[in-house]
């Protein structure tokens, strides 16, 4: 019998594709191999950068710097280019402050930080996490022309020389991950950011996957940033196992241009029609760390299930919904998924992570959705999604309830992201 392995924690989940029972189509992103000396081929980019000086040369030896990295929850290969951007640079170490662009999402703790950079790394540089939340630490830079505040990180602000550091890949509102974003709502404060992630902003048709022309998200980014934008961008694509693929340094807007070009060619794979059944992840460790970040995976299945379909994702949640935030209390307001939408249209003001449930719940409102997790099954019953412990038996339950025998799977979650033809 086929089976497809399917991301899962550190792991996977084997789904069985019997093709007596249906016709299985698994979607994978055309991931490039890995860097084959990703050492040289980053000394390579920060030399030859793409729309921008070298980055030797933009930085003075008195200059105290920032740079801006994601938090654990994203699967920047930090370990690799924090060391790689300090040999780079020449200014002291103790000048260097790395700032973890955690939006709204808890901090890291020591011991995931020294996880995510390695002892080395944390012994020799100071990391800090940046807080959306604490007024004294976030600056005020006036208001954007559709009159979103633009709040934005201190430490960040009063660095003399500011790199930011990500990978790019489509995301599920904002077009792309990376670039200006890993300020904007990376080290935003949290007004910013709430207005950032309004309703109308998410609602618009073109704040979806990979669409940038257009999308109003990053059009408030990109003015945002620009009130003190990084002088310098560190970019990378991964491939299925997390490895660099390719390095995209430079000018912040030039070379995550470049990028999204690659991403958008690797991730986005067209299909004929709707399935009645897609399967997914969330793209393993660590993006399925909780169920809040699980939308991604669900919302990239949603692009190729028809009305009345089944989605099925598996995640291993190990932090929960999580604990803290908005989103599982939202997802509880009245008796469907209606009820929600419903709720988030009537807030006289954006709160903490609406927008998730707004996705979520706009998608409820046409499919079913069930999860198969290590999590509560009653935590996320109560947030309106069906759960499984077995994910084979559902599935194939799911099939027998179709006169459609036909299954889609997404066993790398949002690293690709399909769309109907």
Known sequence: MSTIDIAYGKGHISLNADPAVAEWT??????????????????????????????????????????????????VP???????????????????????????????????????????????????NHDAFDESTNVDLGRISTGTPAYLDRAYLEADKRIVVGFIEPHFFAGYSGGAKGIAP???????????????????????????????IQKEIAEIVALCPPDFMVNVTLNGDKEISRFYLGDYQAAHGVGCSAAKEAAMQAVERAFPVVVTSNSGYPLDQNLYQTVKGISAAARIVG????????????????????????????????DVLDSIQTLERPIL??????????????????????MDRDAIEACKLETTDDLNAAVR?????????????????????????
């Open 26 to 75: 698994s979607i994978r992103p055309r991931f490039e191999p890995a860097h084959p000396d990703p050492v040289n081929g980053f000394r390579d980019a920060v030399a030859n950068p793409i729309g921008s000086e070298p980055l030797a040369s933009l930085i003075g030896p008195s200059d105290r710097v920032a740079i801006v990295t994601s938090d654990g929850t994203r699967p």
């Open 307 to 338: 009305d009345g379909g089944h989605i099925f994702v598996a995640s291993e949640c190990s932090d929960g919904v999580p604990d803290h935030g908005n989103f599982a209390a939202i997802m509880r307001k009245g008796d469907a998924a209606s």
């Open 186 to 216: 990376g080290v935003a404060g949290i007004d910013t950011i709430l207005q950032l992630h309004r309703a109308d902003l998410i609602g618009d048709p073109n704040s979806t996957w990979g669409q940038m022309e257009g999308n109003l």
């Open 353 to 374: 992570d609406q927008w998730q449930a707004q996705i979520l719940a706009g998608i409820l409102d046409r499919v079913s959705i069930s999860v198969a997790s290590g």
């Open 78 to 128: 930090n370990r690799e280019l924090i060391p790689w951007i300090l040999e780079a640079i020449p200014v002291p170490e103790e000048q260097v402050t790395v700032i973890l662009g955690t939006g709204t999402h808890r901090p890291n703790s020591t011991e995931e930080i020294e996880a995510m950079f390695g002892r080395e790394v944390v012994s020799r540089v100071h990391i800090i």
């Open 397 to 421: 339950e799911a099939i027998g309830d179709s006169d459609d025998a036909r299954v889609a799977v997404l066993p790398d979650g949002p690293f690709t992201i399909p769309y109907l033809a």
